[in-house]
């Protein structure tokens, strides 16, 4: 495995027991460095065991400038990125110390095959968060359902999305 590649599935050294939160905040890491991340000033933490991603609002996010809203496309990146880290870190909580290095490979390769955002209200707020959930995980993919709320609580998209590993 390169460097790159341990470092985007979260840099775990196959050989050692490693505790779930600290991979996680790896996997965390390895994409909030994504130069298209730190461009965006996106960001991914891990909160109560789970990974959260986050985008403030910032001028060159508008989409709509007459009534300063979110750009459609932000809240499908957004989403598209808690779905498939999320799904990354449901394959490494399944993982057994025998197959990790298996389990490390698939995370590796996994990648979007198709989602569909419902965009529910206009992307306003001082911030944006997404969560994920697990609906199927697969031998080969898996289905994830996401959602993305302003700093009001209030859900501006949800989507669905389908990654193979």
């Given at each position: 495995m390169t460097?790159?590649?341990k470092n985007w599935t979260g840099n775990i050294?196959?050989?050692s027991n490693i505790e779930i939160n600290t991979l996680l905040e790896g996997i965390a890491q390895a994409f909030n460095s994504s130069p298209f991340f730190v461009h965006n000033a996106m960001k991914m933490s891990v909160i109560d065991g789970q990974i959260e991603a986050r985008v403030d609002m910032a001028s060159n996010l508008i989409g709509n400038v007459a009534f300063q809203i979110l750009h459609g496309g932000v809240a499908a990146t957004l989403l598209d990125s808690i779905g498939g880290i999320s799904a990354m870190?449901?394959?490494y909580k399944k993982a057994t110390a025998e197959d990790l290095a298996e389990t490390s490979k698939k995370v590796?390769?996994?990648a979007?095959?198709?989602m569909r955002v419902?965009?529910?209200a206009p992307g306003r707020g001082q911030y944006?968060?997404?969560?994920?959930?697990?609906?199927r995980?697969?031998?080969k993919g898996c289905t994830m359902r996401m959602t993305m709320l302003n700093d009001e609580g209030k859900a501006i998209a949800t989507a669905i999305a389908s990654y193979a590993y």
């Amino acid at each position: 495995m390169t460097d790159v590649t341990k470092n985007w599935t979260g840099n775990i050294d196959l050989n050692s027991n490693i505790e779930i939160n600290t991979l996680l905040e790896g996997i965390a890491q390895a994409f909030n460095s994504s130069p298209f991340f730190v461009h965006n000033a996106m960001k991914m933490s891990v909160i109560d065991g789970q990974i959260e991603a986050r985008v403030d609002m910032a001028s060159n996010l508008i989409g709509n400038v007459a009534f300063q809203i979110l750009h459609g496309g932000v809240a499908a990146t957004l989403l598209d990125s808690i779905g498939g880290i999320s799904a990354m870190a449901e394959l490494y909580k399944k993982a057994t110390a025998e197959d990790l290095a298996e389990t490390s490979k698939k995370v590796s390769r996994l990648a979007t095959v198709d989602m569909r955002v419902d965009y529910l209200a206009p992307g306003r707020g001082q911030y944006f968060v997404a969560r994920a959930e697990t609906l199927r995980l697969g031998r080969k993919g898996c289905t994830m359902r996401m959602t993305m709320l302003n700093d009001e609580g209030k859900a501006i998209a949800t989507a669905i999305a389908s990654y193979a590993y």
